[in-house]
């Protein structure tokens, strides 16, 4: 049986990692903290899947978003042991307030030196976010003299 492919988006906010607690009632991972994910079916691009999951996950269009980059894709283990396939994603906003499904029951914006302070991750959450070169990124104030980025959504 070949593994699962799914998207996995971790979105980002002024250097502050997004993660979203699964909820109660969901199959897989309930009660987790979690990135957005979704499955890959073999008519979707994973560029369309991940963009269609952040919208639905997060009410966060492709016009919000600064820019959104495919990195590597892993194979990881799910809490059940099955193997999933992940086309990696990250994906950078402006907006802070998200609008979220029935997926997940709350959010939080965090600084990936302090990921490991939320119990109860799924087990491969951390693999994903270091793949995306998240992990060390050291936070820092924007310049305000600086103009925003415009950033260039592929």
């Given at each position: 049986?070949?593994?699962q492919q ?56 492709v016009a ?86 415009t950033g260039?959504?592929?």
């Open positions: 049986m070949s593994a799914e998207v996995a988006v971790v979105l980002t906010w002024h250097d502050k990692v997004g993660l979203f607690k699964r909820g109660r009632d969901v199959e897989s991972n309930p009660g987790k903290w979690h990135c957005i994910t979704g499955s890959l079916p073999d008519s979707r691009s994973p560029f369309e899947r991940a963009c269609q999951e952040l919208y639905e996950q997060t009410g966060l269009g919000d978003l600064v820019d959104i980059v495919e990195g590597d894709g892993l194979t990881v283990a799910d809490d059940a042991g099955q193997e999933r396939h992940l086309r990696t994603f990250h994906a950078s906003t402006t907006r802070r307030r998200l609008v979220l499904n029935g997926d997940h029951d709350s959010y939080r914006w965090v600084l990936p030196s302090r990921l490991g302070r939320f119990d109860g991750r799924v087990d491969w959450l951390d693999r994903v976010v270091g793949s995306l070169g998240l992990s060390s990124r050291r936070t820092s104030r924007p310049d305000p003299l600086q103009p925003e980025p260039n959504v592929q």
